[in-house]
Structures are given as structure tokens and as C-alpha cells.
């Protein structure tokens, strides 16, 4: 049995978010307002920032040596901009961004596997990268596998190596 009556708890739950849990959410901001800070330029065009947060930005940038007290109070001010705005279209902007790049390093990844399959394993490597990806010229990709064979018995600088690589690249990558 409960000590409290359901009255007094009901009227604890209407207290809101914790102190703890306050603080929690102002440094995710910060740290979210670091992040963009952190962005190219190029990048930054895509965040959906309103005039006052962009000067605050574009201020830290000025600001950028991180080991300076100046820097850290005004990603806290940052941080304290945020609070008051809705986030989500920023956050979903930043996702975005992260996420872009981590698709791009994933593709490139699966490239160099491929070039790697098609240099160890040869016409087998070559007729499953051929019915995965029908644009492709058998002829040209023999062609570089030869010329790499070549580099690597004369021990000579892997050109056909990259361009077999940049090969794959120009004519899959957007459809990895």
C-alpha cells in the first residue's frame, strides 16, 4: 500500500522536466550549435537558421580557437539562441548533412570492393558486376584488369589501379 494519495502525486507530475533533465537538453543544444559551428560553408547554406542565429554562427567562426574561454561561453550563448527556437528543422537539416556523408563513405567503400573483387577473382567478379550493372563495357573493365596485372608484375605506380576505380566510380557510384 502507497503512502502518497493519487492528489499529491498527480500534483508532482505537473511540475515538468527535472533540473537534471534541463541541463541535459541545453548542452544537447550546445553541442548540436557546435556542430553546425563546425560545418563548411557549403554546408551551413542548407541549416535553416534565422538572421540571429547565423551572426552568432558566423561570430563563432571568428571566435573558432576552441581552447579559448570566449569560444566556449558563446556556444553556450549558442546554445541559450537554440532554446528558444524550434530545432527541429535545424536538427533535421544537420541529420541530413551527417548523414550524407556517411552514405557517400559507405559507397566508396563498396567501389573499392568491387575493384578489389574484379582484380582477385577476374571474369567471375566481372559477370556478376556485369548483371548487377548491365551499363558497364566488358571490354573496358578486361582492358583495366589487364593493365593492373601489368603494374603490379613490373612493380610499377598503380595508374590503372585508380583508373579502374574511377571507372567504376563514373559509371555505378549513383547507383550503389
Same mark, same amino acid.
Not at 493519487?6 to 500534483?11: A, G, I, K, P, V
Not at 544537447?28 to 534565422?50: F, H, N, R, Y
Not at 542565429?53 to 549558442?78: C, G, M, T, W
Not at 605506380?157 to 571507372?167: G, I
Given at each position: 500500500?502507497?503512502?502518497?494519495?493519487?492528489?499529491?502525486?498527480?500534483?508532482?507530475?505537473?511540475?515538468?522536466?527535472?533540473?537534471?533533465?534541463?541541463?541535459?537538453?541545453?548542452e544537447?543544444?550546445?553541442?548540436?550549435?557546435?556542430e553546425?559551428?563546425?560545418?563548411?560553408?557549403?554546408?551551413?547554406?542548407?541549416?535553416p537558421?534565422?538572421?540571429?542565429l547565423?551572426d552568432?554562427?558566423?561570430?563563432?567562426?571568428?571566435?573558432?580557437?576552441?581552447k579559448?574561454?570566449?569560444y566556449?561561453r558563446?556556444? &553556450?550563448?549558442?546554445?541559450? !539562441?537554440? +532554446? %528558444?527556437?524550434?530545432? @527541429?528543422?535545424?536538427?533535421?537539416?544537420?541529420s541530413?548533412?551527417?548523414?550524407?556523408?556517411?552514405?557517400?563513405?559507405?559507397?566508396?567503400?563498396?567501389?573499392?570492393q568491387?575493384?578489389e573483387?574484379?582484380?582477385?577473382?577476374?571474369?567471375?567478379?566481372?559477370?556478376?558486376?556485369?548483371g548487377?550493372?548491365?551499363?558497364?563495357?566488358? &571490354?573496358?573493365l578486361r582492358? !583495366?584488369? +589487364? %593493365?593492373?596485372?601489368? @603494374?603490379?608484375?613490373?612493380?610499377?605506380?598503380?595508374?590503372?589501379?585508380?583508373?579502374?576505380?574511377?571507372?567504376l566510380?563514373?559509371?555505378?557510384?549513383?547507383?550503389?
Amino acid at each position: 500500500m502507497s503512502h502518497f494519495n493519487d492528489d499529491q502525486h498527480d500534483e508532482w507530475e505537473d511540475w515538468g522536466p527535472s533540473k537534471s533533465q534541463l541541463k541535459r537538453d541545453a548542452e544537447a543544444l550546445q553541442t548540436m550549435g557546435e556542430e553546425i559551428v563546425d560545418l563548411k560553408p557549403s554546408e551551413l547554406e542548407k541549416i535553416p537558421l534565422d538572421e540571429e542565429l547565423a551572426d552568432a554562427v558566423s561570430l563563432a567562426h571568428k571566435l573558432k580557437p576552441k581552447k579559448n574561454e570566449a569560444y566556449r561561453r558563446h556556444l &553556450q550563448f549558442i546554445g541559450r !539562441l537554440m +532554446r %528558444s527556437r524550434d530545432v @527541429e528543422p535545424i536538427a533535421e537539416a544537420l541529420s541530413i548533412i551527417k548523414n550524407r556523408h556517411a552514405t557517400a563513405n559507405a559507397r566508396q567503400h563498396r567501389l573499392e570492393q568491387w575493384r578489389e573483387r574484379l582484380i582477385d577473382e577476374g571474369d567471375v567478379a566481372i559477370n556478376e558486376l556485369l548483371g548487377q550493372f548491365h551499363e558497364l563495357d566488358r &571490354q573496358k573493365l578486361r582492358q !583495366l584488369l +589487364r %593493365s593492373v596485372q601489368k @603494374e603490379r608484375e613490373h612493380n610499377k605506380p598503380p595508374a590503372a589501379y585508380r583508373e579502374l576505380f574511377q571507372y567504376l566510380r563514373s559509371e555505378i557510384e549513383d547507383l550503389l
